[in-house]
């Protein structure tokens, strides 16, 4: 789709219409998700953020539309360095319902990715990048087992979840 963006959110690009627009989203990826402030979201786009941890929230928006209604996907990704290296997690992986289906869950989640390249190029270094996913979450599995994310754990229980991996290398 030509008119849907993939726009990384920060200090400058953050006001109460992308708070709004994500507070849509939310429910759609948990009945339980709480709604998230502008002082959260600021938080998560890497203000107070130090050097060894990061987050980057990336927003799908269509550019089409000019209300919090433009933002119709969203992801996040996390970069904590411990002693034995960096790590990675991804959350927060969420298309509008009524925008399903149009590859731009496909394009946040390569947004990710190539995000974790990056950090693996800077810091010339291999890490893994983790993420977990209910089984019932079938559009979710196929879409990370498609791209390349390796099943290391399969949901054990009725509230289990899957876990995947993916190396990322400089
Ligand atoms: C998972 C989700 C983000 C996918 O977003 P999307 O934009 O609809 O997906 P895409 O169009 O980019 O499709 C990417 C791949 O996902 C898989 N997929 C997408 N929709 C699917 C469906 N209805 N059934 C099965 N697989 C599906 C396919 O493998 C697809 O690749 P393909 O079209 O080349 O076969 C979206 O369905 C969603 O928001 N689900 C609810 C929240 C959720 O489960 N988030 C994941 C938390 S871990």
């Known amino acids: 789709m030509s008119n849907i963006v993939i726009e990384l959110l920060g ?10 627009g994500i507070n849509k989203l939310l429910p759609q ?6 709604p998230i402030t502008l002082g ?4 998560a786009c890497g203000r107070r953020t130090s050097s060894l941890r990061r987050s980057c929230l990336y927003v799908a928006r269509d550019t089409e539309v000019y209300t919090s209604d433009s933002i119709v996907g969203m992801a996040l990704i ?15 992986v969420v298309v509008d319902e009524n925008h399903r289906g149009l ?4 394009m946040l989640t390569e947004k990710l990715v ?3 390249k990056e950090v693996a190029a800077v810091n010339q270094e291999s890490f893994n990048v983790y993420l977990t996913s209910k089984p019932e979450r079938v559009a979710a599995n196929n879409m990370y087992l498609s791209m390349g994310f390796k ?5 054990d229980g009725d509230n289990g979840t899957n876990l995947y991996k993916l190396l990322v290398t400089p």
Not at 40 to 43: G, H, N, P, Q, R
């Open 103 to 106: 590859k731009i869950g496909k």
């Open 29 to 34: 990826l948990s009945k339980k998700a709480k």
């Open 151 to 155: 099943l290391v754990a399969k949901a």
């Open 11 to 20: 200090p400058t690009n953050v006001r109460q219409s992308e708070v709004d």
């Open 40 to 43: 959260w979201l600021l938080c």
């Open 78 to 92: 996390y970069f904590v360095w411990g002693p034995d290296g960096w790590h990675s997690e991804i959350h927060a």
């Open 114 to 116: 190539a995000t974790a």
